[in-house]
């Protein structure tokens, strides 16, 4: 293997004084044998992708070290100066609970003070949701999240939230990015804190947090009439632990039953493949819990609590675990239904769903008359079109397929916390009216379509597989497939070239959202597939979406057996596996 010069010179630099003994010991190791590793650690810069700065932990450029976040977070303070010049300016960190998280925080609390912030760091590993509340309620001009979301142990990384709460958007992060890239060695980092400007912040904030999040109960007395109903919850290891069991409390939830082996903070996550809520074995032991004790609901958030899985009671006495689209249909539809029968509209409210998020959350706004955004995914544009419409329309909820709710705008980020409360407020709901919730799904399929959504994800790692990746990019928007699956491409939207293509007319139109390497495929039969590389996983992501008329709820398996064919058909004829 011939090691290109300039990773080698890359890797040289890292063995002088400014890094500490670990550091250099690693790369020392990599110069003088492991050329594969010395690649991947060196080939580029980890950079602000969709979701913050995020990577395997180790020596390296292209890893997570407090080198790159010192300079992610050097970067991110010279560009709050340039925004907000001598004012005071206030800074929130806080962290999950993965390896060096709390080594991390505290790295860029001290870097941050370094720079005469004022900096407020929580005491211990919290929710990322609360770290987007405290922005706020504090009054910060930017805040910084230490985690790896869902991603294997051997991940951290780093988040960049503005001062409305939400993650860096256009043109924020390109200027955060432009100001790293002008720091060309590790002297220009700030390392000398200065510990008298951060403030140690925790349960006072836990308290302002949860009273918002009880705001957004949409039926006490249905939940004091069902205070007893069994729910199973885990927080995978992770911060959900928190905040999670106490939300349902506040609520008025007495029986939530735990899973203790889970309860306990670990960034190794030893019960589990992956601390992933979209997995089925990630979900195991509570299933079993669930199983074992009789409850109706199992819940699990991953390790920084932004997300969560259900899995739910079926009418044979089995689970089943619901997707992300799912449970968001569930949630748009219980609130806005609540809404309706309370007199709680005022014809301002709007819901936001993503562009790959199931069509079936357009509809069910539609029938309540409340307007339905599609945003990019991130929950950052979420938050930037709750901050445009802000006193001019009202927000009530919304959600993404990938696990993420945002049940009101107290935060301006997806909040497991918040939508775990409210998931288990649904099912109190529904057996107030003598159903499950998955006899309440199926009630909506009946009303509005059956939808069926899956995603693939296409793992290519290191150098190679990310131009594997811009290839296969470039074929699907240079070559798109006439038909797929014996059915015709009638309309392609690019949102790359922000251009969607009505191929039964040959028009054109403009798309309204900014460039995002994203294309879409409909088809005549009303499927969809959309396509997008990850902005922080070396993948690409294929999502598909089918839909039926449902007539009865004795239809539903043969019905939902008829649309995973026509998936895999798809899956087939695109020669994905």
Not at 233 to 261: C, D, Q, S
């Amino acid at each position: 293997m011939t090691i290109p010069e300039e990773i080698i010179k890359k890797a040289q630099s890292w063995l002088s004084e400014e890094f500490n003994e670990e550091t250099r010991k690693e790369v020392k190791e990599m110069l003088e044998g492991d050329e594969a590793k010395l690649i991947d650690a060196f080939y580029q810069d980890l950079e602000f992708g969709t979701g913050g700065l995020r990577g395997i932990m180790g020596a390296g450029t292209n890893r997570m070290n407090i080198y790159t976040l010192g300079m992610a977070t050097q970067g991110l303070a010279n560009y709050l100066k340039k925004c907000f010049g001598n004012t005071l300016i206030k800074v929130a960190v806080a962290h999950d609970c993965r390896n060096n998280s709390r080594y991390f925080a505290e790295t860029a609390a001290d870097i941050f003070s370094a720079n005469g912030f004022e900096v407020l760091l929580f005491e211990s590993l919290r929710p990322t949701p609360e770290l987007s509340f405290a922005i706020r309620y504090y009054g910060c001009k930017s805040g910084v999240v230490i985690t790896a979301s869902h991603n294997p142990p051997e991940y951290n990384g780093y988040k960049a939230y503005w001062e409305d709460g939400g993650q860096v958007v256009p043109p924020h992060d390109k200027g955060i990015i432009e100001e790293v890239r002008k720091i060309e060695s590790v002297k220009e980092i700030r390392f000398d804190a200065d510990r008298s400007k951060i403030k140690i912040i925790g349960k006072e904030t836990d308290k302002l947090f949860l009273d918002e999040i009880l705001k957004i109960r949409l039926n006490p007395e249905v939940i004091e009439k069902h205070r007893e109903m069994r729910i199973v919850y885990t927080p995978i290891h992770g911060t959900g632990v928190m905040l999670v069991p106490e939300a349902l409390k506040m609520f008025g939830f007495r029986n939530i039953i735990h899973v203790p082996e889970q309860d306990i903070p670990d960034g190794n996550f030893p019960t589990v493949k992956s601390p992933n809520p979209e997995e089925k074995d990630a979900l195991k032991m509570a299933i079993a819990k669930a199983q074992e004790t009789g409850a109706e609901l199992v819940m699990a958030t991953d390790p920084d609590a932004d997300r969560v899985g259900i899995a739910v009671k079926t009418p044979n006495g089995t689970y089943e675990l619901l997707n992300g689209n799912q449970t968001a249909a569930l949630l748009m539809y219980y609130t806005l239904l609540q809404y309706k029968e309370k007199g709680l509209f005022k014809g301002n409210e709007y819901v936001i769903k993503t562009i790959v998020t199931s069509d079936l959350l357009d509809r069910i706004a539609e029938s309540f008359n409340v307007e339905c955004y599609n945003v990019l995914t991130g929950f950052k544009y979420f938050a930037e079109l709750i901050r445009n419409l802000e006193g001019k329309k009202k927000y009530i909820g919304g959600g993404e397929e990938s696990y993420g709710y945002l049940p009101g705008d107290y935060v301006r980020d997806k909040d497991a916390v918040g939508s775990c409360a409210l998931i288990a407020e649904t099912a109190a709901w529904a057996k107030e009216h003598g159903m499950t919730m998955y006899e309440l799904l199926i009630d909506i399929y009946l009303k509005y379509g059956l939808y069926l959504e899956r995603l693939i994800n296409l793992v290519r790692k290191g150098k190679e597989g990310a131009e594997e990746i811009k290839e296969m990019m470039h074929m699907y928007r240079n070559n798109p497939p006439e038909k797929i699956n014996n059915s015709h491409v009638v309309r392609i939207d690019d949102y790359e070239k922000l251009v969607s293509y009505d191929k039964l007319t040959g028009k054109t139109s403009k798309l309204k959202l900014i460039r995002s390497d994203v294309l879409q495929f409909f088809l005549a039969d009303g499927s969809k597939i959309s396509v997008r590389p990850s902005g922080t996983e070396p993948k690409i992501k294929f999502y598909f979406s089918v839909n039926t008329k449902l007539d009865s709820a004795t239809e539903f398996n043969d019905k939902l057996k008829l649309l995973n064919e026509r998936i895999d058909g798809i899956i087939s004829d695109l020669k994905l596996l």
